[in-house]
């Protein structure tokens, strides 16, 4: 992580791709259970994951923290929504790429 980074508390996630299909998405945006997130925000978020990946339903860490990132710049999503769904993909793309 470099000086820039750290600074501003930005993470250096990974730009390895997996595979996330759209009911992965909605699972666990939806099952997140994150207080401030409204069901519309949950719905914003899902259709922004889903549009970003690749055509053959690849995406990677660093993806979906741009993605969110994006969100919470347009003001659709608060830094604590951002920051806790990253948690959550961040441990499920870990888990998914243990099996794989």
Not at 2 to 19: H, R
Not at 56 to 79: F, H, V, W, Y
Request: net charge negative; aromatic share 8%; hydrophobic share 35%.
């Amino acid at each position: 992580m470099s000086f820039f980074d750290s600074f501003f508390g930005l993470k250096g996630y990974s730009s390895y791709q997996f595979l996330l299909s759209r009911e992965e998405i909605d699972d666990l945006v939806s099952l997140s259970n994150i207080p401030s997130l409204t069901r519309d925000e949950e719905k914003i978020v899902e259709k922004a994951l889903d549009e970003r990946r690749l055509g053959d339903g690849r995406i990677s860490m660093a993806q979906i923290d741009e993605t969110l990132r994006d969100l919470e710049n347009k003001g659709k999503i608060s830094m604590h929504d951002r920051e806790s769904l990253l948690k959550i993909f961040d441990r499920f793309s870990k888990n998914k790429l243990k099996k794989s």
